[in-house]
């Protein structure tokens, strides 16, 4: 959760934590349009010099969409140096500017002009060289093949369409929800549009010196990990729920085109180079694992804002899903919970925030003034729509409030009480405790005598699924062991 927070009334704030609770996999899938919203076309012609000025406009708001820019010298330079080999193996008149985005999510995309992303997310999943070559040389192709344009064009149209369509005096969350939409549908690639970059990346790899299997080795292990996090959130594995996946689709026959062209190119099966896996996972490591302190730390059920000096841990049975705008944590009977905060009136009460911003037409009881550690707060039930709710609002300072929501279908006594157990929980960090929030990080580890897949997993934080979480970071099959003096990733502070 960043420290900027926006305002918003809190029936919209009760609209998201319906449409969370209403289906968990809300969480782990983008938005869509119909296709009838959908316009544009190749009936156009944009030079390289618009290209790039397109894409110098869109640059801010997408880094910054991203948590930032990721600075790590020795990655920037790795990356960068692939970037140039494959740029020296396709068309070296085309320059490309790489971006890495600090964000733990995986994906990667592209802009028109060269523009190249990748999350350190995707860094830190791949295990070679090779594999983020494979993903970077696919979007080299896009650029090339001038998807990215095309698909600008067609976000710009579709936006100018869904604007025409949404109300002047639409809530402006609603409307902003609405063009995400618009953007989520137009991102995903057409299948063919998908086979064309994967044929065009494939030989830059191979030109450029890289095994081309990598990339189905990469799309493998993002697929693992998006059924880990379906897992995670109680969700049925949806292959294409992750980043990447949603918006460069992975059907089998995508994976059948890659294994065929690459056996044409002369590669019947990946390479496998001990080397090359130990140059690149101490390459990394040092790097970001997970959320960093702009947005807090995740430790299973408790939640760490050193920027904020904030704690507080979920009750039990829920898992946190980390977001920028806030945290979101789900339960297996789908009950979800909210933390956010917005801005408060400094000479304003509780009870007068809660009468301006929650809207006519919600049933409310059970209002409540509370302290809680030290903090003037506030605790209240609402219904609407099937959906029972507990909200405590908590006075963190003179124009600021924290609010915890809690979305249910039945509140029982006991439920209840789970609830004002994890407000009870919302405090600050002590001096000591703030000074020992710190994110998490990778680790090389070269594997000695005694070491298991079950006593490395136990080193990443996540609680369930550690040791399959191991082998997909590890890029390690079911089933396969782990060799006397292997390099592998482990997680550290």
């Known amino acids: 959760m960043a420290i900027g927070l926006a305002a918003r009334r809190i029936t919209v704030f009760i609209a998201t934590a319906i449409v969370l609770a209403g289906c968990a996999n809300g969480l782990l899938r983008g938005g869509g349009v119909p296709p009838s919203v959908v316009h544009g076309g190749d009936g156009f012609f944009v030079s390289e010099a618009q290209e790039r000025a397109i894409a110098r406009r869109a640059h801010p708001q997408l880094v910054s969409a991203y948590g930032g820019v990721y600075n790590n010298p020795q990655v920037d330079a790795m990356v960068e140096r692939i970037v140039e080999r494959l740029s020296q193996a396709s068309d070296r008149n085309r320059r490309y500017k790489v971006t890495i985005l600090n964000a733990p999510r995986v994906n990667a995309f592209a802009l028109p002009g060269g523009y190249l992303y990748v999350t350190r997310g995707m860094v830190a999943l791949a295990n070679t060289e090779s594999e983020l070559a494979a993903v970077l040389a696919h979007e080299m192709a896009h650029v090339i093949a001038r998807h990215a344009i095309r698909r600008q064009q067609e976000i710009e149209a579709t936006i100018a369409a869904t604007a025409a369509v949404a109300a002047p005096n639409t809530d402006q969350t609603i409307r902003a929800a609405t063009v995400d939409s618009a953007r989520s549908y137009i991102a995903r690639f057409s299948q063919q549009q998908e086979l064309e970059a994967d044929t065009i990346g494939l030989k830059i790899a191979a030109n450029a010196g890289y095994d081309p299997l990598s990339a189905a080795v990469i799309l493998s292990a ?22 990447f996946l949603s918006t460069h689709p992975a ?30 996972i101490q390459s990394i490591s040092g790097m970001l694992y997970s959320d960093d302190k702009v947005e807090g730390f995740v430790r299973g059920r408790r939640y760490i804002h050193p920027g904020l000096a904030l704690t507080f841990t ?50 409310v009881t059970d209002i409540q003034d509370l302290t809680i550690n030290g903090m003037r707060a506030l605790s209240a039930r609402a219904s609407s729509s099937g959906w029972e709710f507990r909200l405590f609002v908590f006075r963190w300072s003179q124009d600021r409030v924290f609010r915890m929501l809690f979305a249910t279908r039945s509140i029982n006594n006991l439920k209840d009480a789970a609830f004002l157990e994890a407000a009870q929980t919302v405090r600050r960090l002590a001096g000591d405790e703030l000074a020992r929030a710190k994110p998490l990080r990778l680790s090389a ?9 079950q006593s490395l997993a136990r080193t990443l934080p996540e609680e369930d699924n550690k040791e399959e979480r191991f082998r997909v970071l590890n890029g390690l099959g079911d089933g396969q062991p782990l060799r006397p003096n292997m390099w592998v990733k482990v997680v550290s502070d």
């Open 314 to 363: 979920v009750p039990p049975g829920y898992r946190i899903d980390n977001r920028p705008d806030a945290v979101n944590a789900i339960a297996a009977d789908g009950s979800v919970m909210r933390f956010d905060g917005e801005p408060i009136e400094p000479n304003g009460t509780l009870r007068g925030y809660l009468e301006a911003v929650w809207s006519d037409g919600v049933n």
């Open 445 to 453: 580890h070269q594997v000695r005598p005694g070491d298991t897949i």
């Open 222 to 243: 993002m697929s693992k990990k998006s059924s880990l996090r379906a897992k995670r959130f109680f969700a049925e594995f949806d292959p294409n729920a992750s980043e």
């Open 251 to 280: 059907p089998p026959e995508r994976l059948a085109a890659i294994l065929s062209e690459s056996r044409a190119l002369g590669y019947a099966s990946p390479v496998n180079d001990p080397v090359a896996r130990a140059t690149y």
